[in-house]
């Protein structure tokens, strides 16, 4: 059975300093979660997601799991991710099965479908695309400078209903969601678009990143930012 993946946005507006400690704090506890073979739990941007300024308020999860079941048995029933939703003002859970997947993270492609595997892709349906990189330490200026251009490319993509840049580490390790209507969208942006076609040459001509990872998702459900209260 290929893996199933969970994104969950964490919004604080206060206990942002509790928030802050489970960066150290939580993965000890997710190492120990039935059913979840690779997890990150990392900061956002400031502002509409792309900024060197990090988002204090806003923390996300993501868990790629062996099957969907031991995904919502975490979600209903662990104490660990209950305590984190109820310090939270509002949270919203994205679930995701994969579709292709190319690259590493962390010395592993998380996302990888199985050889034997071919994904049913229905090009109708909304997809969600994970984009993430290990900048090399020398590559940091050049990267940043490109940010604001990225920003505005997805920003005015046509067929993009969400982005957020996500990340383990402010400046260095760098990750973006977003969720687009459908393929031909995603397509169209990445293949079409001058801007984001212009970054996409530099980092390979520049050699900008140490490793990076891209992958596509068929977009499951999407609870919406909500509140603890209202799944109750």
Do not use: C
Request: without cysteine; positive net charge; proline residues 4%.
């Amino acid at each position: 059975m290929d893996s199933f993946t969970t994104v969950t946005f964490f919004k604080f507006n206060s206990h942002k300093f509790w928030a802050f400690k489970q960066m150290g704090l939580m993965p000890m506890h997710l190492s120990k979660a039935n059913g979840l073979k690779f997890f990150k739990l990392m900061g956002t941007g400031g502002g509409n997601g792309f900024s060197l300024w990090p988002d204090f308020g806003t923390y996300a999860l993501l868990g790629v799991w062996n099957s969907e079941k031991e995904a919502n048995d975490f979600y209903s029933k662990s104490t660990v991710i209950k305590k984190y939703m109820k310090k939270a003002n509002v949270f919203r859970t994205i679930k995701l099965k994969p579709i292709h997947s190319h690259g590493l993270w962390s010395g592993q492609n998380p996302f990888q479908l199985r050889k034997e595997t071919k994904p049913n892709i229905n090009p109708t349906a909304p997809v969600a695309v994970i984009t993430r990189a290990t900048l090399k330490w020398n590559r940091l200026l050049p990267f940043w400078k490109a940010v604001p251009a990225a920003s505005d490319a997805i920003e005015n993509a046509k067929g993009v209903s969400f982005f957020k840049g996500i990340g383990e580490w402010p400046f260095v390790q760098q990750a973006t969601l977003s969720l687009w209507e459908n393929m031909e969208a995603v397509k169209t942006f990445a293949y079409k678009g001058k801007a984001h076609a212009e970054i996409i040459k530099k980092t390979k001509s520049q050699g900008w990143y140490s490793e990076d990872l891209f992958a596509r998702f068929h977009l499951i459900s999407d609870t919406g930012f909500k509140k603890i209260e209202d799944i109750q």
